[in-house]
């Protein structure tokens, strides 16, 4: 099983990187290609503005994504919480009767086409729009939601300044990526909101599971595809899952299935993956990415030096044996790990927290 998850793994950064078939000019082609493609997804839509409004409103402005990514799952819920604490709030996607499908939800959604906006309500931004910040209009009130101070400068010309003093505040998610936008923008106000992850979702399982090890390589497949390389016929009797595109639920059940997690975090505002698989009860292994770092500890998880591939396989090696011998040992720092979550970034500090940054602004 390993060994074919090397070969798919393998076959897809060829695919991606286009290889060395098509030479230089041709993955420069392809890179522009995406990047244009990305920026369309990211440009704003056109905002219907209004001179006042009766009940102020909170709008989260979110790309049309139709796929699972947890920065927008964070929106709904951010939203979700909002409206539970009577702050009229919405998700605000580029296009009329557009909504997310992949998790279960009731958020209210609106498109930017039917939405009016008013100079008394709070527009919230992602980071992804920084491109295109001029756009928005300066006489609504913004605030920038920032979930990866990694993304800040992605695809800004580099003659193009990037300013964030039309932000009233900038929320981000970790202590690396307020560090980050404080040093970029002096005297930005930064605040730190953690991420929330939903025990009813993701838990660990009351018994043993088979020898698998699950993965999200989707940032770092050569290097994914490198450590099972090293691994070889080490990993032979271990099934190789690699989580893709699916739903919230069906994360947390493969997740729930494995008692192996490998993080190929990159440059990470803060590293859900992890967190969620810490939550799920497995035994964490991989690069934390920077904003992922505060997740890590020893005691139920190895963090490695960031892109030291024979150092995770080693980390790697060396759990598998462990849990041949003895999986209850294992498991048992699996469930510190999701005890840890659970307490750390729960529903409840979420919610206190976010309440009180927009108390102060509405």
């Not at 090890?213 to 940032?219: D, H, L």
């Not at 810490?278 to 292994?285: D, E, N, R």
């Amino acid at each position: 099983m390993a060994a074919q998850a090397t070969r798919e793994l393998q076959r897809s950064y060829l695919v991606t990187s286009v290889g060395t078939r098509v030479g230089r000019a041709g993955r420069r082609l392809i890179r522009r290609i995406d990047d244009e493609r990305t920026l369309r997804g990211r440009r704003p839509p056109a905002l219907q503005l209004t001179t006042s409004s009766s009940s102020p409103a909170i709008y989260y402005l979110c790309p049309d994504y139709p796929v699972p990514a947890g920065g927008i799952r964070t929106i709904y819920r951010h939203v979700d919480i909002l409206n539970q604490a009577g702050c009229n709030s919405a998700v605000l996607h580029h296009r009329d009767g557009f909504a997310c499908r992949w998790f279960d939800h009731s958020t209210r959604t609106l498109g930017a086409p039917s939405a009016r906006i008013s100079p008394d309500d709070v527009l919230v931004i992602p980071e992804i729009y920084g491109p295109f910040l001029e756009r928005f209009p300066r006489e609504l009130r913004l605030v920038c939601f920032n979930q990866n101070a990694y993304l800040t400068f992605e695809h800004l010309p580099p003659a193009r300044a990037l300013r964030y003093d039309a932000f009233e505040v900038v929320i981000t998610v970790s202590p690396d990526s307020a560090e980050y936008l404080r040093f970029a923008f002096p005297g930005v106000k930064a605040t730190v909101l953690d991420y929330a992850i939903d025990p009813a979702v993701f838990h660990p399982s009351p018994t043993i599971p088979p020898k698998r090890i699950a993965m999200m390589p989707r940032k770092r497949r050569a290097d994914a595809a490198h450590v099972l390389r090293l691994l070889g016929d080490r990993a032979r009797d271990w099934e190789i899952v690699t989580i893709e595109d699916a739903s919230e639920l069906e994360t947390a059940a493969l997740l729930r299935s494995s008692p192996i997690f490998l993080a190929f975090g990159w440059r990470e505002g803060f590293g859900l993956p992890a967190a969620e698989a810490m939550a799920a009860g497995c035994y964490v292994i991989g690069f934390p990415g920077f904003g992922g770092r505060e997740l890590f500890d020893p005691s139920f998880s190895d963090a490695i030096e960031d892109g030291d591939v024979l150092a995770m396989a080693r980390a790697i090696d060396e759990r598998l044996r462990v849990y041949e011998r003895d999986p209850i040992a294992v498991r048992e720092a699996g469930a510190r790990a999701a005890a840890h979550i659970r307490e750390r970034y729960s529903l409840e500090r979420l919610r206190s927290a976010l309440i009180a940054t927009y108390e102060s602004l509405i």
